[in-house]
T-cell receptor, first 113, second 114 residues
Framework: AQSVTQLGSHVSVSEGALVLLRCNYS??????LFWYVQYPNQGLQLLLK??????LVKGINGFEAEFKKSETSFHLTKPSAHMSDAAEYFC???????????FGDGTTLTVKP | GAGVSQSPSNKVTEKGKDVELRCDPI?????LYWYRQRLGQGLEFLIY????????KSGLPSDRFSAERTGESVSTLTIQRTQQEDSAVYLC????????????FGPGTRLTVL
């Protein structure tokens, strides 16, 4: 069985500052890893995903994440936060072809002007 | 349609009543998932449909919960004898057959049990 831990349920940054949202996973087989963003009263939207190949993955809105197998991590970063980045972010892991994902509890990102 | 749609968007019901939630997946997406999201929490897997295979019901919290899917189209999630702890947002997602493909989420149904 797989699991996901997101460190920090709330993260606050200033506009223009670095965004770092942490995600660690546990999986007995090579995982597929995802980051989703959820804006208020909306469904989840995929930011980026890692399946195979290059470990540094670039996504939408300037976000990227790096798969580090040795650290079982898949942290999400963005060099410069924008007010519109304020949302809830979920890390997810799935294995095999079922694609049944296990989600973390989410991190709420607040961006201060 | 352009995306996954869910109805109703909001549902308020009284304890003990049955409710039915609907999900229309993206055309051609053989896989369909239901998740529950309680306030301030992550997504909790409920059930997964893949084509004509038997559904994975391992996440259903009790026998009051059931779901059906007709072929590769609409799915309904039914909650019988609702309880206050059933109050949550119920999210549906669909994807193409490959496990690496993205799950596309609907906007959810917010269920409030009084």
């Amino acid at each position: 069985a797989q699991s996901v831990t997101q460190l920090g349920s709330h993260v606050s940054v200033s506009e223009g500052a670095l965004v770092l949202l942490r995600c660690n996973y546990s999986s007995s087989v090579p995982p597929y890893l995802f980051w989703y963003v959820q804006y208020p009263n909306q469904g989840l939207q995929l930011l980026l995903k890692y399946t195979t190949g290059a470990t540094l993955v670039k996504g939408i809105n300037g976000f990227e994440a790096e798969f580090k197998k040795s650290e079982t991590s898949f942290h999400l970063t963005k060099p410069s936060a924008h007010m519109s980045d304020a949302a809830e972010y979920f890390c997810a892991v799935s294995v095999g072809n079922a694609g049944k994902s296990t989600f973390g509890d989410g991190t709420t990102l607040t961006v201060k002007p | 349609g352009a995306g996954v749609s869910q109805s109703p968007s909001n549902k308020v019901t009284e304890k003990g009543k049955d409710v039915e939630l609907r999900c229309d997946p993206i055309s051609g997406h053989t896989a369909l998932y239901w998740y529950r999201q309680r306030l301030g929490q992550g997504l909790e897997f409920l059930i997964y449909f893949q084509g004509n295979s038997a559904p994975d019901k391992s996440g259903l919290p009790s026998d009051r919960f059931s779901a059906e899917r007709t072929g590769e189209s609409v799915s309904t999630l039914t909650i019988q004898r609702t309880q206050q702890e059933d109050s949550a947002v119920y999210l549906c997602a669909s994807r193409r057959p490959s496990g690496t493909d993205t799950q596309y989420f609907g906007p959810g149904t917010r269920l409030t049990v009084l």
